[in-house]
């Protein structure tokens, strides 16, 4: 077989561009066929990807994090939705800072995933389409705003350099100026829910930031994803909960409500900050959709 491998060598704090040429010269002594593309700034891990699968590449390789991947998917989608016989796999060397996606998977990092593409290995995975003010967009990990959104917006914008030190500061800093927002929601056509909420997650994934296990019970695969919503709980109770994130008991908590949907329609104003997979969009949800099984993860 022959692999698109698209290299983001920032990742990681630049780590990603120390250790990938050894992780894809591994894959090659495995026999594996690889064509390298190494990116130079944002937009062009999706460029490469919408390029590739237009000339016919099915099968990929991310080497980055998380924020790789999402770009990577959203080069993918909506083309590697058009039917034709020959489905789209994404394998993954996970070089960045969180590489939160493959956590649900393995916990062995690069070495599980040069196994599994060596092997050949590869389940079902759902994408999860959000159709927004300005048009779509897809990811395979989570959609989060309110408190989450804003520290990651903080993070990115001032601290992004300090890695975990950094996206602790921005918890701090967000958690001073907490504010809840009115969330207004529809899960699968039922009745309109309405609450004010420190922040809602809707997860494809089990994990977000590396180790918090923000969905204990997602699964990849299963045509739905698992909604946390986390009432007002005020700054105390912000920060009495946010620790419990790591080993997943934060959604036993009496204001924390969790439920699972295949469709999630919005009615809030906006645009307003998003996180999604890492990465933070400004824009006003309409619409969120699984696609199950839409792609195969080499994993």
């Keep these: 077989m022959k692999y698109v491998a698209i290299v983001n060598p920032a990742a990681g704090g630049g780590r990603c561009g120390e250790l990938a040429e050894g992780g894809l010269r591994r894959l090659g002594d495995m026999g594996l066929g690889i064509e390298t593309l190494l990116t130079r700034g944002p937009g062009d891990a999706t460029r490469f990807a ?9 099968d990929f390789i991310v080497v980055g994090g998380d924020g790789t991947n999402y770009e990577v998917i959203n080069g993918l989608f909506p083309a590697a939705l058009a039917g034709d016989d020959a489905r789209v796999s994404l394998g993954f060397l996970p070089l960045g800072t969180g590489n939160s996606f493959l956590k649900d998977f393995s916990d062995r990092g690069a070495d599980h995933a040069i196994e599994a593409l060596a092997d050949g290995r590869k389940r079902r995975c759902d994408v999860v389409r959000l159709e927004h003010d300005g048009g779509e967009l897809y990811f395979i990990n989570l ?3 309110g408190f989450t959104a804003d520290v990651a917006s903080l993070a990115n914008a001032r601290f992004k350099k300090l890695g975990a030190a950094g996206y602790g500061l921005s918890v701090v800093l967000s958690l001073a100026r907490l504010k809840p927002v009115e969330v207004r929601m529809r899960l699968d056509g039922g009745r309109w829910w309405e609450q004010s909420s420190d922040f809602v997650s809707i997860n494809n994934s ?3 930031g590396g180790e918090m296990l923000m969905a204990p019970y997602a699964e990849t695969g299963d045509g739905l994803c698992d909604v946390v919503l986390v009432g007002d709980l005020g700054r105390a109770g912000v920060l009495a909960a946010f620790p419990k994130i790591f080993s997943g008991t934060h959604v036993h908590h009496r204001k924390i409500t969790t439920c699972r949907a ?6 809030m104003p906006g645009p307003f900050d998003l996180m999604i997979d890492g990465e933070v969009v400004r824009a006003q949800p309409r619409r969120l959709e699984v696609l199950g099984g839409a792609f195969d993860v080499r994993a």
């Design 262 to 267: 295949g469709q999630i329609d919005f009615d």
């Design 143 to 145: 959609f989060s705003f």
């Design 50 to 58: 919408r390029e590739a699968h237009a000339r016919g590449a099915r």
């Design 206 to 208: 089990r994990y977000t």
